[in-house]
């Protein structure tokens, strides 16, 4: 074993500054031990030993995070780690295992009072390097976090996306064939002989049921009527038509009535080129639309992503509807939202003026609380989802609630502790509201949880005026 001196502690970059007999001191109220491979230091809840410096060898240390253990890294020669002054943290959220031979040597925690009281520097010291773990641990933190929710929101929107983009391959590729098929329709249709006034007739009041098309709400039985009619007036003709034909017309509104006005206008030996050439345009007509709606909904979805991400602005805060936010995160959780069977009751103050915050860091909250809202009606199989704006003087105040299980009263007041969760492994990370916390705190705001059984709202108030 290395001999534990105040010179060798001076190699510490954090105790480079720290008096001698301060070190000194150090060294005898310490515990200096030399670890076989594989020794588990730590492990999640149970206590703190103490403060840990690395003297030689290595310490890993890893968090369970979505039933995986991931690492945070490794504390190498010259590192301190475990409890340092002031801090909040007894018990330990993480595992510590030793990497080949690792000798420590560690000061115990109930001589962290007397350090505080004579030693200045050395406190100062061990101080400084748990600010610097605290900022590392929560820029780390909410990285983990945001690739999470990027994990379940890209699955989500995965999905969605899939069926416009597979919609528009579908229709295009119909719409191709359709057109190929023409040759047959075009040659019948210069073959036509008809009077001006006859082919003004039949395009005019053809084309007013395309540029005006409304959707037809018809129940099962009243679309089978009409098509049957339709049918019979189409047999009695006597000509050749695809039974397609039928089935257009009465989804663009095309009756028993306006085929018989058209009929009057068109020459007998004409009725079928002309009927066809109706139902050639009608199918391509749906074809175009069904494409155009498809792609609106990837635009649609596109745009959602942007605004959620708020990516193409800056990271200051800056005035923006947050009611905005709130509907452009439900847009991205739409597919777990429909998966669970979730009604959305939206309760948005009209008046409420813009607000100013970071929006993508308020759209991760909304992120958060939705999404484990809706993991809270899963086992119903169902649910009500209820979220809530309103102005409080001069805060905002979100409220989202469900209808779950609720969170029982022994462990509310520990949701918002890092890696706690009542989740399942594989499933939740125990960091979400934790981050969800700090980011209402760094908009000077607060958060609290009301729950019972059937009923859980979390509340985010923060200033209008940042």
Excluded at 38 to 61: C, M, V
Excluded at 114 to 132: P, Y
Excluded at 198 to 225: G, K, P
Excluded at 267 to 291: A, G, K
Aim: proline share 5%.
């Amino acid at each position: 074993m290395v001999e534990c001196t105040p010179a060798l502690f001076k190699t510490f970059e954090a105790l480079v500054d720290v008096p001698e007999d301060q070190l000194q001191w150090l060294i005898g109220q310490s515990d200096c031990i030399e670890y076989e491979d594989g020794e588990l230091l730590a492990e999640p809840g149970q206590p703190i030993k103490g403060t840990h410096f690395i003297i030689s060898g290595k310490l890993r240390l890893y968090v369970p995070i979505g039933g995986v253990k991931r690492e945070l890294g490794d504390f190498k020669p010259g590192s301190i780690t475990g409890y340092m002054p002031y801090s909040r943290a007894t018990v330990s959220t993480g595992y510590g295992r030793t990497i080949g031979v690792t000798q420590i040597m560690t000061f115990p925690m109930n001589k962290i009072e007397e350090m505080i009281r004579h030693h200045f520097e050395l406190t100062q010291a061990l101080v400084h390097v748990m600010t610097n773990r605290v900022r590392t641990f929560t820029a780390l933190q909410q990285q983990n976090e945001k690739m999470l929710a990027l994990g379940k929101l890209s699955a989500g929107l995965t999905h969605e996306l899939n069926n416009p983009a597979s919609a528009i391959v579908r229709d295009s590729e119909s719409l191709l064939k359709h057109l190929q098929m023409e040759p047959a329709t075009f040659k019948a249709m210069i073959a036509i002989r008809m009077e001006p006034d006859q082919v003004d007739a039949v395009s005019n009041e053809f084309f007013r049921f395309l540029t005006a098309r409304q959707d037809v709400n018809l129940t099962i039985r009243e679309r089978a009527d009409k098509e049957d009619e339709l049918t019979d007036l189409f047999d009695e003709m006597a000509f050749n038509y695809d039974p397609e034909l039928v089935e257009n017309f009465v989804e663009f509104g095309i009756g028993l009535k306006d085929v018989e006005s058209f009929r009057k206008h068109i020459p007998e030996q004409f009725l079928e080129p002309v009927f066809n050439w109706m139902n050639t345009l009608l199918v391509t007509d749906r074809m175009v639309q069904d494409i155009g709606e498809s792609a609106r909904r990837i635009a649609t979805l596109v745009n959602s992503v942007k605004t959620y991400t708020h990516m193409d602005q800056g990271q200051e805060k800056q005035y923006a509807d947050i009611r905005i936010g709130i509907k452009n995160t439900l847009q991205m959780l739409i597919y777990r939202i429909k998966k669970g069977n979730i009604s959305i009751v939206k309760e948005f103050d009209e008046s409420l003026p813009p607000v100013k915050a970071q929006i993508g860091e308020l759209n991760q909250v909304w992120t958060n609380l939705i999404d484990n809202a809706i993991d809270a009606m899963e086992p119903n199989g169902k649910g009500v989802l209820t979220i809530k704006t309103e102005k409080d003087k001069e805060f905002v105040q979100v409220t989202i609630a469900d209808n779950g299980q609720g969170i029982p009263e022994e462990i509310c007041s520990r949701i918002f502790d890092p890696f706690f969760t009542t989740k399942e492994m594989g499933k939740g990370t125990g960091m979400g509201l934790e981050v969800v916390q700090r980011i209402v705190q760094q908009h000077n705001g607060s958060i609290k949880v009301i729950s019972e059984p059937g009923h859980t709202a979390f509340v985010v108030c923060f200033p209008i005026d940042g």
